[in-house]
Structures are given as C-alpha cells and as structure tokens.
C-alpha cells in the first residue's frame, strides 16, 4: 500500500479541529507542515477521504494524494521525514 499525503484547507474560525488530528494519528499520520500530513499506509485515497470527512466542516477543502512517485521536501518535520525515507528505500 502507498503512502499518501492529506492537505486540507481549514475554513471556519475558532473550531476545534483536534479530533480530526487524532483521527489522523490513528492512520500513522505524521504531520509534516501545519495543514499537510503524511499516512504511511492506507487502503486508498478515497477511504482516507471518507474517512477524515467526518471530522471536518462541508465547507472545509481535503486533498488526498497517493505518493507513488519522486518527491522533495525541505524544513518539514523529522518524522515526517522519517517516513518519507522509509517509503523511498521500501
């Protein structure tokens, strides 16, 4: 299974959006920037979709983007840099 990385666009003020961050660290997710994280295993792009969809508001963008391909990175956090290597060398 590919690793993917979740973008969203978090668009109503003053919501807690902590659970939708704890259900991304049941994933694995590893967070690399402020609204990018990076799943090291999921079924597929859509079931992480649906998935996270229910812990956001219908207004709020989501991109989920499988990472099979090159990819390039600077300053984002050590474990998500971690898992990023890890995917290269599997």
């Known amino acids: 299974m590919p690793a993917y990385q979740v973008n969203y666009d ?7 959006y902590e659970p939708l ?3 991304l660290k ?5 967070r690399a920037l402020e609204s990018c994280w990076i799943v090291p295993r999921a079924s597929s792009a ?3 979709r649906d998935d996270l ?3 956001m508001d219908s ?8 990472m099979t391909g090159e990819s390039a ?3 984002i956090s050590a474990s998500a840099e971690a898992v990023l290597r890890q ?3 599997a």
């Open 46 to 48: 859509i079931a992480l």
């Open 26 to 30: 049941t994933w694995n997710a590893v």
């Open 21 to 23: 961050w704890e259900r």
């Open 53 to 55: 969809s229910q812990y």
């Open 87 to 89: 995917g290269i060398a």
């Open 10 to 16: 978090l668009r109503k003020p003053g919501r807690d």
């Open 73 to 75: 990175w600077r300053w």
């Open 59 to 66: 207004n709020d963008g989501l991109l989920v983007t499988g």
